[in-house]
């Protein structure tokens, strides 16, 4: 899907940070699963936290080599601990949802297979739990970071989330889905994503700096997408 990062070598590096914590509605709603052993839960979960600063975006955020040396222990640990869950518990969507986002973190990583890894254990959870927001929401995401060609995949699943969140407001996917729309060249509605998004969140100067250039590539009439530079986008 995308060899050494390349896919979105023009001129463009954007990191798609996920700042926003997990909507607690949409894991009350999976209740009904039965629950993996709560310690060893919490123990991925923790994991799972203190990797997201650095795996949200490519490049990670490290700055040594023994610090990446060191997150690549933590990401393997993690890994080992959610396959073990997966083993007493293959049909519960909140773990594939989980190692999901984990091969994400691992895709930006640079793990080979990694992606591969996260869109089937993605859609596995979607499978199983067709109205599970948080896994069209990992989905889209992934898929508008993998590169350009994927983008309509990303605001299909974007979309989708923000769909069955309905009527709780979804900013996140509202935030990506600005980006998925200018990947694709749709300037307008890019803007019009923005503006969805900074109604939830007004005081992102980030999205307002994405808003200004998408406004500005429609009115240009530009057919391809412009030069994004470095926007953080969570």
Known sequence: MRSGHEC????LLVLLVLALPVSCAVHNRLRATPAPDANRLARVDAQLDALRPILRGYPPNVTS???RQDVTRQWEETEADLKSLLESDPDNPQLQWRIGELYRFGHDLDVP??????VSHLERAIAMKPDYVDAHLELGIFYTKA??????LGEANLKKAIALSAPTPLPRAWRVLTFAYYYQGRFAESAGAADQYLTMSPDDDDLRKMKKLAEQAAASGKSGFGRVGRVIVP
């Open 8 to 11: 979105l070598n023009l001129s």
């Open 65 to 67: 080599a023994e610090q």
């Open 113 to 118: 297979g990694a992606g591969a890894q996260c």
């Open 147 to 152: 590169g350009l060609k994927w983008a309509p």
